[in-house]
């Protein structure tokens, strides 16, 4: 009976160690709103009357299915290079404005199944120095020994972000036309063209980075 009460205080003791020591390595939540996950394309509670994450899904999803709807590219022979010429944005929001091209870039990889090729223009320096190296020796090519030149560009595909805004006591409001195009890179023709129109209104301006 002595010897389980002397061992009774002492799994007492080390549970409440145990428990001390776990209640003070925990990390604690901050007191406020907690962090809420959403998908890109739903507006969420932080919200402003510029260009947000459901603007750019909408607008890309659209532009992406436009884009293979083109008899230039639907109807192509081969499979048409194109090149990813930088965005104009000339709205007041200083957002990245090329984050458009991406999206459109990476729905098309994913989801035309090589009706597209993109060239990697933005990699002409590293792929340069690659194609030398191989030229003169240094390194081996497993797929061309020959060493072919660069891919030229069939075509390049732009874009331009306007925007409109008007603020009273009232509020604010934001008109921002998304426009893009595909242009022929021997005619400069614009060979396709298509637009979104997003307008929005609220009580206070947003801060975007």
Known sequence: MKLTSYFVPLSALAVAWLL??????????????????????????????????????????????????????????????????????????????????SRIRVELNSKARGKVLFLARERMAALEKERQMKQSGQVTSTTDPNIQEFKGADFFLTGKLEGLSTKTKAGISDYILYTFQLIDARTTDIIWEDSAEIKKQGLEDAAYR
């Open 20 to 101: 001390a020591g776990c209640a003070s390595s925990g990390v604690k939540n901050p007191s406020g709103v907690p962090v809420t996950e959403m998908r890109p394309d739903e507006r969420g509670f932080v919200a402003g009357t510029g260009v947000e994450s459901q603007d750019l899904v909408a607008v890309t999803d659209k532009m992406a299915r436009s884009i293979l709807t083109t008899p230039q590219i639907a109807n192509a022979q081969g499979t048409p290079r194109v090149v990813l010429d930088p965005v104009v944005n000339d709205t007041r929001f200083p957002i990245n404005k090329d984050i458009f091209l």
